[in-house]
């Protein structure tokens, strides 16, 4: 079945620093969404890419999906402390399987 | 208005018991799913059902079945639990069966087994 692999699994950064997380697969994926979990909370959905080489952004958060739609990113510009939480890609098979998830610790 | 409601929010209970978890959606979405989360965060889908019929069934013990009375609710009862069964339990739904639709989670039953 479709798997999702996200790097990393760990990230911590000081505030107004950069923040990127990954997400590969070995198989071409029709799809990819990205969802928030704050500590504590339930995921969030953020986005969906559907297109080769589509990128789309969120205020400060890019995302952006591979020319051979095997690959996606999500790249937030000077966290702030509101965007600590997991974030996970989720690839499309017959359902949606989520990856591991990023966990983002902001360092104030 | 809460769009995907469970309850309970939390659940404490002993091993070998008995016990349900209910989820209901007012978005008139066609598609409810159960998801498990570990300690480590890992969400699993468990079941998956579209208009009341089971799409999905991951490799999940009989322990656990699945209940759609309808196309809003997805009920999930578990029997004998057991301690490995803590984790949080996450009803979701989409507009449509598949993976072309955004999920809808609600904000989690957290099951602790002792």
């Known amino acids: 079945g479709q798997q999702v692999m996200q790097i990393p699994q760990y990230q911590h950064v000081q505030e107004g620093e950069d923040f990127t997380t990954y997400c590969n697969s070995s198989t071409t994926l029709s799809n990819i969404q990205w969802y928030k979990q704050r500590p504590g909370g339930h995921p969030v959905f953020l986005i969906q890419l559907v297109k080769s080489g589509e990128v789309k952004k969120q205020k400060r958060l890019t995302f952006q999906f591979g020319e051979a739609k095997k690959n996606s990113s999500l790249h937030i510009t000077a966290t702030q402390t509101t965007d600590v939480g997991t974030y996970f890609c989720a690839a499309n098979d017959d359902k949606i399987i989520f990856g591991k998830g990023t966990r983002l610790h902001i360092l104030p | 208005d809460t769009a995907v409601s469970q309850t309970p929010k939390y659940l404490v209970t002993q091993m070998g018991n008995d016990k349900s978890i209910k989820c209901e959606q007012n978005l008139g979405h066609d598609t409810m799913y159960w998801y498990k989360q570990d300690s480590k965060k890992f969400l699993k889908i468990m079941f998956s059902y579209n208009n009341k019929e089971l799409i999905i069934n991951e490799t999940v013990p009989n322990r656990f079945s699945p209940k759609s009375p309808d196309k809003a609710h997805l009920n999930l009862h578990i029997n004998s639990l057991e301690l490995g069964d803590s984790a949080v339990y996450f009803c979701?739904?989409?507009?449509?069966?598949?993976?072309?639709?955004?999920?809808?989670f609600g904000s989690g039953t957290r099951l602790t087994v002792v």
């Open positions: 979701a739904s989409s507009q449509g069966a598949g993976a072309n639709y955004g999920y809808t």
